[in-house]
């Protein structure tokens, strides 16, 4: 059974920097595609970044040379290096397959950008 546990959310200041970590079990994670999606109050949720299984990454344009998407197979692990964040990127970010499928979402982990 494919899951994903999402980690490493706060409340940080508009400018700040934060880390976030997935952690995949339940698959051969280096075979495929993963992402990074969040979804904020009222709207729906959304693609933030993708890395294919050989590494080429993919950014929303909102998140594009503030984010960046990091993978360690070996760990099964996803990661998301978010700088100069911005109170526009408050939501509950997600990881699931670079294709998302509807059962593999999971808890999420807040993100709060708040002066």
């Known amino acids: 059974q494919v899951q994903f546990v999402e980690s490493g959310g706060g409340l940080v200041q508009p400018g700040g920097s934060l880390r976030l970590s997935c952690a995949a079990s339940?698959?051969?994670?280096?075979?495929?595609?993963v992402g990074w999606y969040r979804q904020a109050p009222g709207k729906q949720r959304e693609l933030v970044a993708t890395?294919?299984?050989?590494?080429?990454?993919n950014y929303a344009d909102s998140v594009k040379g503030r984010f960046t998407i990091s993978r360690d197979n070996a760990k099964k692990s996803v990661y998301l290096q978010m700088n100069s964040l911005k109170i526009e990127d408050t939501a509950v970010y997600y990881c699931?397959?670079?294709?998302?499928?509807?059962?593999?979402w999971g808890q999420g982990t807040q993100v709060t950008v708040s002066s």
């Open positions: 339940g698959m051969i994670f280096s075979l495929y595609a």
């Open positions: 890395i294919t299984s050989g590494g080429r990454t």
């Open positions: 699931n397959l670079g294709s998302p499928s509807r059962d593999y």
